[in-house]
């Protein structure tokens, strides 16, 4: 089986981490850009402005 070329990471606003809006983008998953923080000017809803998003980690999930 081939290895991942892309990861799934998900955005969520800088200003307010715990808010229930987020992105779900795909990151490359080897060289120098896997290394880098993805920070995305994205529009949110909740405030119906544009704004930062910054990644973090994926939530765990339950099977």
């Known amino acids: 089986m081939a290895k991942k070329t892309h990861i799934k990471v ?3 606003p800088e200003s307010k981490p715990d808010s229930r ?3 779900y983008v795909k ?21 119906r402005k544009h ?5 973090k980690k994926l ?4 099977k």
Request: proline share 11%; glycine share 6%; charged share 35%.
């Open 21 to 23: 809006f987020f992105y």
């Open 51 to 55: 704004e930062f998003f910054v990644e």
């Open 27 to 47: 990151k490359p998953a080897g060289g120098e850009k896997a290394k880098i923080k993805l920070k995305v000017k994205k529009y949110n809803p909740d405030t």
């Open 59 to 62: 939530p765990p999930h339950s």
């Open 10 to 12: 998900r955005l969520v």
